[in-house]
């Protein structure tokens, strides 16, 4: 059993105590401006093993390479296409993730056996340091149990990874909420194929033209992304997504069963009295929504539902993002 440390405040000694860590093979939690991450040497492969072990990872689930400059980008990829060099000019550091041709030193572990790697500049600080502390690039997926809602606190970190790893750096809550954008940089179309915080209209703007990948909007299409064919964001009790127009459901099983929870708007939360409710904002503020919607999700675990209503969002710009996590964790027994 190993002993984890949280780190709030953290100093330079304490960052440098972090880049140690992962000197050794070992494993460090840290903020993003998204959700928390789980981090290894990005070209040690046992490290990267050990990220698998710990999250009960698939591991055809490739991890992203996190860098703390644009100059460590060359590190990892062999082409950076002016599409990439586009986007990192506009959204760098920022909620990115851009797949790129990877470099031979990149351990398979690390890809999933892919010759692609996805690229991520964090806009945190936190994370920035800890990076440079460590002096390499820093291969993490979400710091959570696989399938779990992912941790936008370093507390939620902790309920799912203590005793399992050595260090948590406690930046505070995550200011996103959701994963990263993902774009494929290697397709002749760039290609989006895991919707966050850099819209698909934001892309347009600089790019031009943005293909979505097709199993975005067609459950029944294999995706590009190996890991985006797994239910993610899961609570623990069957989540089922309602609109406006089932409201009349929603409000006659709050009423006559107990252990239903209601994660939904303001502006719903105001008609529906519902005992065990979680407030993820006003339905007019998205970003709101996303910041909330895993803290939500987490919250009816601890209160133990055995079903909760999620309410849906508009799937224009972040919307679609919101959209995507709630239907990866719902559930589909209904």
Not at 65 to 73: A, F, G, N, Q, T
Not at 143 to 150: E, H, L, M, Q, V
Not at 156 to 174: Q, R, S, T, Y
Not at 277 to 292: C, K, M, Q, V
């Amino acid at each position: 059993m190993i002993e984890t440390r949280i780190l709030k405040n953290p100093t330079a000694e304490d960052f440098s105590v972090a880049g140690d860590l992962i000197r050794e093979g070992k494993l460090v939690a840290f903020p993003t401006e998204t959700v928390y991450g789980l981090g290894a040497d990005g070209f040690n492969a046992k490290a990267c093993d050990k990220i698998f072990a710990v999250k009960e990872r698939p591991a055809d689930n490739p991890l992203i390479e996190h860098v703390c400059s644009l100059e460590m980008v060359d590190r990892v990829a062999r082409e950076i296409p002016l599409a990439a060099e586009k986007l990192f000019a506009a959204f760098s550091p920022g909620p990115l993730t851009l797949i790129l041709k990877k470099r031979p030193e990149i351990p398979s572990e690390v890809t999933a056996g892919l010759d692609t790697v996805g690229v991520r500049f964090p806009d945190h600080d936190f994370a920035r340091a800890f990076i440079k502390a460590a002096d390499t690039p820093i291969a993490a997926p979400s710091a959570n149990i696989s399938g779990r809602p992912s941790p936008t606190t370093a507390q939620a970190v902790f309920e799912d990874l203590h005793n399992k790893i050595p260090m948590i750096i406690d930046g505070g809550d995550c200011n996103f909420g959701l994963e990263s954008t993902i774009v494929d940089c290697t397709s002749e179309i760039p290609t989006i194929l895991r919707p966050g915080a850099i819209t698909r209209e934001m892309l347009v703007e600089i790019l031009g033209e943005v293909q979505i990948d097709s199993a975005l909007k067609d459950s029944d299409a294999v995706p590009k992304a190996p890991g985006m064919k797994y239910r993610h964001y899961a609570p623990r009790a069957a989540l089922k997504l309602f609109n406006q127009d089932s409201l009349d459901e929603v409000i006659f099983t709050v009423k006559n069963f107990n252990r239903v929870g209601l994660l939904a708007s303001s502006e719903t939360l105001e008609k529906i009295p519902a005992k065990i409710s979680f407030n993820y904002g006003s339905r007019h503020d998205l970003r709101s929504i996303a910041a909330n919607l895993y803290e939500g999700l987490r919250f009816f675990d601890d209160q133990e539902v055995d079903l909760i209503f999620a309410e849906e969002t508009v799937e224009t710009g972040l919307g679609f993002a919101i959209m995507n996590r709630l239907r990866k964790a719902s559930s589909n027994d209904f």
